[in-house]
Nanobody, 123 residues
Framework: VQLQASGGGSVQAGGSLRLSCAAS????????AGWFRRAPGKEREFVAA????????THGDSVKGRFFISRDNAKNTVYLQMNSLKAEDTAVYYC?????????????????WGRGTQVTVSS
């Protein structure tokens, strides 16, 4: 599975962005998906994950209530809607997928990774 993330950019605090991750190479509906991020000088952090069907999802504590993961299997795409952005959300955001029914928050359980997209939030 190949993943291509897009939608990053620069935004002021309080603004919104929507990231997209387009998948190719296999039947996307067989894969759970997740978003992770890495800020400068920090370890990779779980952001959100969604089941293969899109019926279940989970979000990290730092983004809960502000970020929302979704997917459109007909378009082979997973999204991350980011609202009320804060300076501390500045990071490179990565999408990842894994085959199977579970949508874990642990990055090591994901098999396929896209190249990241930079999100910069200015205060």
């Amino acid at each position: 599975v190949q993943l291509q993330a897009s939608g990053g950019g620069s935004v002021q605090a309080g603004g919104s962005l929507r990231l997209s991750c387009a998948a190719s190479g296999d039947t996307f509906s067989k894969y759970a998906a997740g978003w992770f991020r890495r800020a400068p000088g920090k370890e990779r952090e779980f952001v959100a994950a969604i089941s293969s069907s899109g019926g279940s999802s989970t979000h990290g504590d730092s983004v809960k209530g502000r970020f929302f993961i979704s997917r459109d299997n007909a378009k082979n795409t997973v999204y991350l809607q980011m609202n009320s952005l804060k300076a501390e959300d500045t990071a490179v955001y990565y999408c990842a997928t894994r085959s199977g029914r579970y949508w874990p928050a642990t990055s090591t359980q994901y098999n396929y990774w896209g190249r990241g997209t930079q999100v910069t939030v200015s205060s």
